[in-house]
Nanobody, 116 residues
Framework: QVQLVESGGGLVQAGGSLRLSCVAS????????MGWYRQAPGKQRELVAG???????NYADSVKGRFTISRDNAKNPMYLQMNSLKPEDTAVFYC??????????WGQGTQVTVSS
């Protein structure tokens, strides 16, 4: 079992920056993939950025060049640095992990609101 706790959300003006953090606990040695999803009102949850156990990162086209995913040693904590934020980035952001047994884990979510 893996537990995930996010922090760092908040209200920011367009063009500003925020950094989200995700701390994993439990069987973190079994984590194969971690990522950040977001869900805006009335929209489906989407993958924003992900990072494999080998350190390879991928991004949604909408955030490339603006967001950076990273993690400290042993996959913990994981960060999402968000720069040049836009109102359309407003959403609840969720930390996600998948372990080597393909089990999915989610954090409780953190609200990011970007004002115009």
């Amino acid at each position: 079992q893996v537990q995930l706790v996010e922090s760092g959300g908040g209200l920011v003006q367009a063009g500003g920056s925020l950094r989200l953090s995700c701390v994993a606990s439990g069987s973190i040695f079994s984590i194969a993939f971690m990522g950040w999803y977001r869900q805006a009102p009335g929209k489906q949850r989407e993958l924003v950025a992900g990072i494999t156990s080998g350190g390879s990162a991928n991004y949604a086209d909408s955030v490339k060049g603006r967001f950076t995913i990273s993690r400290d040693n042993a996959k913990n904590p994981m960060y999402l640095q968000m720069n040049s934020l836009k109102p359309e980035d407003t959403a609840v952001f969720y930390c996600y992990a998948q372990d080597i047994y393909r089990a999915d884990y989610w954090g409780q979510g953190t609200q990011v609101t970007v004002s115009s």
